[in-house]
């Protein structure tokens, strides 16, 4: 499975931001997709989930309410849709992709995109 994650930026505090995550090689459908993110210095975090069908999501505390995980099958794209942004959620955004439902190991991982928020 080849995994491509973009669609970071630049933005002010407050903005928002859609990073996609483009599947190949294996059938999509069958993956639960998650981000996670990097930021300097510190270690990779979990930030959302969900699972193959798309009827089932999960997101760290810091993001509920504010981001939003979603995919199309028919289309092999998973999203992150992040509103309200701030200057901590600035970090390098991985996209990662498992046959299996669970929270923290993914087999498959995508390049890493940057969002980099300003106060």
């Known amino acids: 499975v080849q995994l491509q994650a973009y669609g970071g930026g630049f933005v002010q505090a407050g903005g928002c931001l859609r990073l996609?995550?483009?599947?190949?090689?294996?059938?999509?459908?069958?993956?639960?997709v998650a981000w996670f993110r990097e930021a300097p210095g510190k270690e990779r975090e979990f930030v959302a989930r969900?699972?193959?069908?798309?009827?089932?999501?999960r997101y760290a505390d810091s993001v509920k309410g504010r981001f939003t995980i979603s995919r199309d099958n028919a289309k092999n794209m998973g999203y992150l849709e992040m509103n309200s942004l701030k200057p901590e959620d600035t970090a390098v955004y991985y996209c990662?992709?498992?046959?299996?439902?669970?929270?923290?190991?993914?087999?498959?991982w995508g390049q890493g995109t940057q969002v980099t928020v300003s106060s």
């Open positions: 990662g992709a498992d046959p299996l439902w669970r929270p923290l190991e993914y087999d498959y």
């Open positions: 996609s995550c483009a599947a190949s090689g294996l059938a999509f459908s069958m993956l639960s």
């Open positions: 969900i699972n193959r069908s798309g009827d089932l999501t």
